[in-house]
């Protein structure tokens, strides 16, 4: 699978808007772009995933460049419960292995 | 609907000891997974069932840890004897084969302290 990059940490005001960004150079045309978040304690917990299209569900949105090179999970309004570590993760599609990453992680301040 | 469930959650054992995690996936997930985190590395891919058989075990770190799911139901990861480099955070995850849409159902996680 591809190697993803992302910012180690960053900071983010309750109720604004948290953007997160992920380098994934190498991504081939048959692999998803996968983001998964782990808040302290709990499991890795699925927020959403994309092959070219842009998405939306109900806890995020997620953008990818049209070369699929890159993309950036939007958190529309954060909230404290939103602090915890966010990985981006590139899959090839009925492959069950994850590779999790170094992840980023997103403190939101009131 | 029930969660994926693991017990215990929090086990403190002696080096060369025995330790067995139990997990129960999602009711109807056939896939199974066992991750874990060791302190201040990644979360790693230990092994993936289909149902009762293994489908990759090209994760598990060596042969003191045994991997079961007997009946397809729940799974056990037993690691026998314990060194101290095994002490972590163990996930176990489930998802439907019928729908793959990639979404694993991670329970809360075992801690394991080697002492």
């Known amino acids: 699978d591809a190697k993803t990059t992302q910012p180690p940490s960053m900071d983010c005001a309750e109720g604004r808007a948290a953007n997160l960004p992920c380098n994934h150079s190498t991504i081939s045309g048959n692999e998803y772009v996968y983001w998964y978040r782990q808040i302290h304690s709990q499991g890795p917990q699925y927020i959403i995933h994309g092959l070219k299209n842009n998405e939306t569900n109900e806890m995020a949105s997620l953008i990818i460049t049209e070369d699929r090179k890159s993309s950036t999970l939007i958190l529309p309004h954060a909230t404290l419960r939103d602090t915890a570590v966010y990985y981006c993760?590139?899959?090839?599609?009925?492959?069950?292995?994850?590779?999790f990453g170094a992840g980023t992680t997103v403190t939101v301040r009131a | 609907e029930a969660g994926v469930t693991q017990f215990p959650s929090h086990s403190v054992i002696e080096k060369g000891q025995t330790v067995t995690l139990r997990c129960d996936p999602i009711s109807g997930h056939d896939n199974l997974y066992w991750y874990r985190r060791v302190m201040g590395k990644e979360i790693k891919f230990l092994l993936h069932?289909?149902?009762?058989?293994?489908?990759?075990e090209s994760g598990m770190p060596n042969n003191r840890f045994l991997a079961e799911r007997t009946g397809g139901t729940y799974s056990t990861l037993k690691v026998q004897p314990a060194e101290l480099e095994d002490s972590g955070v163990y996930f176990c995850a489930s998802s439907q084969i019928a729908r793959d849409t990639g979404e694993l159902f991670f329970g809360e996680g075992s801690r394991l302290t080697v002492l």
């Open positions: 069932f289909v149902k009762e058989s293994k489908q990759d």
């Open positions: 993760i590139v899959r090839v599609a009925m492959r069950y292995k994850l590779s």
